[in-house]
């Protein structure tokens, strides 16, 4: 079975915009000055909100999503408003495009004749 590389926690937030290079140095020095982990330094200096490292620690485990629930509410063995499902959702806006050299009658349309 072949070894694979998990992305490191701050390469996920860069992908996703969530920070910029600068700051993901800033708290890697951060890190190392008070031995705090990596995401209580980012969620401490205001890079990002504990909902996103929530969220994206869970995309980065491989998880469908998180679920919570209210915090008075009771556990119950059956399904319930209070329960919340927070999907990891990734997505991507995309632009797709292509070009074929014209074959057949498409090339006999686009040759274009002398005046």
Known sequence: ?????????????????????????????????????????????????????????????GMEGIIGKQACSLYLSERSPQWLKFKATRELDAVVGGYTAPRGSRALRLKSTPL
């Open 1 to 61: 079975m072949a070894l694979t590389t998990r992305k490191r926690i701050g390469e996920h937030l860069l992908e996703a915009g969530l920070v910029t290079k600068e700051q993901l140095q800033l708290a890697e020095r951060e890190v190392r000055r008070t031995g705090e982990l990596f995401g209580e330094v980012l969620v401490r200096l205001a890079f990002i909100t504990a909902d996103d490292l929530t969220m994206t620690l869970a995309q980065q485990a």
